[in-house]
């Protein structure tokens, strides 16, 4: 019994040992044997995203729909756990339509690199020991600069359409995916600088807490600032379709609005995928096996995107560019600061395990409060003196009427 848990838990090395043993029986030099090692890691890695994307698809109208009291999929198949493959027929056989001005070669291309670049983080991500694509000595600087390769695809979509439509959509990507880059970079360097690594696998290894008890206030900006690059409810202006019908990919049909579809669900499972290597503790936990706990944690995230979704309106784009740049922003920067003389300080104190992380997550909670309440307290005030200056009164008569 303890033989077969071993092997259950170590799964993916020990498929990993038996196939390199294999190659290597038939005579295969070293650089043979790594080509199509690594040939097989990029199949399995793009199976799962693709499968992963159908999959994401069925659930995330599944649950919507339970948010919205409705059925949602339930025609194709038992359950409608087909709908995806019905999809797929359909796309597939869709007519391929390009614009009569478009640029053709920027227009075909900006589908596959928005894909591609979804895909490609997915090779630094470790769903468990020995279960990585390639455990990187900068794997969450890959991660981060790859994933923002999208943002090339998306203005080579809106430009190479030739739609006005596009193009303001593609404008706005470049608004908003950009900024909220800046305070998702810092939540992550936050991440770095604690566990003394950027290597996925280094930090998965270095949180013996998770870091969503130590770093409570990255992870919550990591995820705001996740679910705007990604481009999800409430942060959708990039294809706001009250506004500017469906922003950047309007002019795109069949299998090319596939491909773009498609690099949405990827960056959220990439997103979730992250959130889970760097707060969560990514593959490590008691009793299951570790890439069983590795998806747990990122369905938790996947999660978070689909009720977000059901739950909040879209914003308007002048009040998302005032969250990223007068909030997050200047926060990241102080906690950024912060967090580096607290644990420096904690650790020239000797505090070190569960010592050194609840001072790590006092300050950090201490942080949020902070953060939360003096923007309160000051949007209290302005509207206290707009309120005075309408009705004539002096602002402290209406504080005073308010605390009655």
């Not at 077969?4 to 650089?31: K, M, T, V």
């Amino acid at each position: 019994m303890a033989q077969i848990y071993d092997f259950i838990y170590n799964l993916f090395p020990y498929l990993g040992a038996w196939l390199r043993g294999l190659l290597q029986s038939w005579g295969l030099p070293e650089d043979a044997i790594l080509l199509i090692i690594g040939l097989i890691k990029a199949f399995l890695l793009a199976n799962f995203g693709l499968i992963g994307f159908a999959i994401l698809t069925y659930v995330e109208r599944k649950i919507v729909a339970r948010f919205q009291d409705r059925l949602g999929p339930n025609v194709a198949g038992p359950y409608g756990i087909l709908q995806p493959v019905a999809d797929g027929i359909k796309l597939l056989t869709k007519e391929d339509t390009m614009p009569a001005g478009a640029d053709r070669w920027v227009y075909n291309l900006a589908p596959l690199i928005i894909a591609t670049c979804a895909l490609a983080p997915l090779v630094v991500i470790p769903f468990g020991p020995g279960a990585v694509g390639a455990d990187l000595n900068i794997g969450v600087l890959y991660a981060l600069a790859v994933g923002a390769g999208a943002l090339v695809g998306v203005l080579m979509a809106g430009w190479g359409s030739n739609n006005k439509y596009a193009l303001l959509g593609a404008f706005r990507a470049v608004a908003q995916l950009i900024s909220y880059e800046i305070p998702a970079v810092f939540s992550v360097v936050v991440v770095v600088m604690v566990a003394g690594t950027m290597s996925t696998v280094g930090i998965v290894l270095a949180q013996d807490v998770p870091y969503l008890f130590v770093l409570p206030l990255a992870a919550l900006v990591f995820l705001i600032s996740g679910v705007a690059e990604v481009g999800r409810t409430p942060f959708d202006l990039l294809e706001a379709e009250s506004e500017i019908v469906a922003g950047f990919h309007i002019e795109y049909s069949g299998m090319k609005f596939a491909l773009v579809f498609l690099g949405e669900f990827i960056h959220a499972l990439v997103v979730s995928a992250l959130f889970a290597v760097l707060f969560l503790g990514g593959w490590r936990g008691p009793w299951l096996p570790p890439y069983l706990w590795t998806l747990i944690k990122m369905s938790v995230g996947i999660f978070l995107f689909f009720w977000l979704r059901a739950t909040l309106p879209r914003i308007r784009i002048d009040q998302m560019l005032n969250l990223n740049w007068k909030f997050l922003t200047p926060l990241m920067i102080l906690n950024l600061i912060g967090v580096a003389l607290v644990d420096k300080g904690l650790r020239a104190a000797g505090a070190t395990g569960g010592l050194w992380a609840a001072g790590m997550f006092a300050f950090n909670m201490a942080m949020l409060i902070g953060a939360l309440g003096i923007p309160g307290y000051l949007g209290h005030r302005a509207r206290m003196a707009a309120m005075a200056s309408a009705s004539g009164e002096e602002p402290e008569a209406l504080e005073a009427v308010g605390a009655h």
